[in-house]
C-alpha cells in the first residue's frame, strides 16, 4: 500500500477506541500476541497510513459499546486487506508461485482499489455520512465476489489482466462479474471443494436483503430530508454501523474463503512468510499468513454476534 501521507504520531492502539468493551479489546491483544504479532506496529503500517486515521472525536458513546467495536472489528479486518495487498506486490516478482502471476496481479489491482474505499468508508462511518457508506460498500462487496472468482479461475484474472481499454473492461463486467455472475461462480466452486453452501438458506436471503438495501442507496429515491442539525453531528449512527457490519463480514469471508477454494492461495502466503529477511523494515506482505488465520477466528466472533448463520471456513485455518 502506498500514500503520499505521513503516518500520524503514535498512540497506543487501546487509546485508539475509547468506549470498546475490555473484552473484545483483551481478546484481539491476546490472538495477535498468540501469533508473535505486534499489533500497534502492523496497525501503523496499514490503518495508520489511510487518510482517514486520525482517531475518534467526540462521539457520545454513552453505554453502548456496539459501534466502536464494530468499528475495531472492521479495522481489523481492512489490515487483512491491506497486508494481501502488500502480500500481492511480492508475489507478482517471485518466479514462481502456486497462484499464476496473473491471479496475482489481479489480486494486487483490485485490494489496492479495496483499501482506498475502506479508506473511504472510515472517513464516513467517523463523521458520521451514511447513504455514500453504503454505495461504497456494494461496490466493495462486487470486489471480494471478483476477487474470489479470481482465486479460483486463473483464465479469468488472466481475461481481467488482459484488458486495456475501457470497452474491454466493461465487457469484462459485464459478462463475468455483473447481476451477481462472480458470486454464483464463487459459490459453486465452495460447493465443490466440499462445503455446504445453500444459495436459498438463510444467509444467501440475508445478502440479498443487504444488497438491496445498498442499492437504494445507490439508485435515486425520494428521502425525507434531514435537519441540519442532524448533518453536522459526527459520530455513528444505525445505518453506518450495519454498513461496517456487512463490509467487515464480507472481508472476513474472502479470507476464509480464499484458503477454502484453493490450497495453492494459503501455500503462496507461507511461502512469501519464509520469505522474510532479517530486520527487514518492509516486511508486511510476509505477515499475511498468520494475520489470515486471526481474520478467520475474527469471523467466528462476528458470526457469534450477528444474525446470519454460520458459514464453512477453511479447516487449514482452524
Known sequence: M???????????????????????LARTRQMWSAGRLDLDEVWHKTIGRFRGSQTI???NLAADSGPIDQFLMFEQAAIWVASLNATAAMAVDRPH?????PQWRALHALTFR????????????LTGLPTPSLQIARSISEDIDMALAF???????????????????NEFWRRHIAGGRAFKAVSEQ???A??????????????????AILGTAVHSAYRSPEPMGALRSAGPDRKTSDCLYFVTLRLQEMCAYSHVLTKDFGEDLEAIRHARQPNSEDDLGCLTARISKITVEQLRWTLATGDVQDVAVSPQLH
Open 2 to 24: 502506498t500514500t503520499s501521507f505521513a503516518a500520524p504520531a503514535f498512540v497506543p492502539f487501546d487509546a485508539r477506541y475509547p468506549g470498546v468493551s475490555p473484552q473484545l
Open 57 to 59: 472525536g467526540n462521539w
Open 114 to 125: 479495496m483499501i482506498e474505499q475502506l479508506d473511504a468508508i472510515r472517513l464516513l462511518f
Open 190 to 192: 465452495l460447493y465443490r
Open 151 to 169: 482465486v479460483s479461475r486463473p483464465k479469468l484474472a488472466a481475461r481481467f489482466i488482459d484488458c486495456a481499454t475501457i470497452e474491454e473492461a
Open 97 to 101: 508461485t502456486m497462484l499464476t502471476n
Open 194 to 211: 466440499g462445503l455446504e453452501f445453500d444459495q436459498s438458506g438463510e444467509y444467501a436471503a440475508w445478502r440479498k436483503n443487504v444488497k
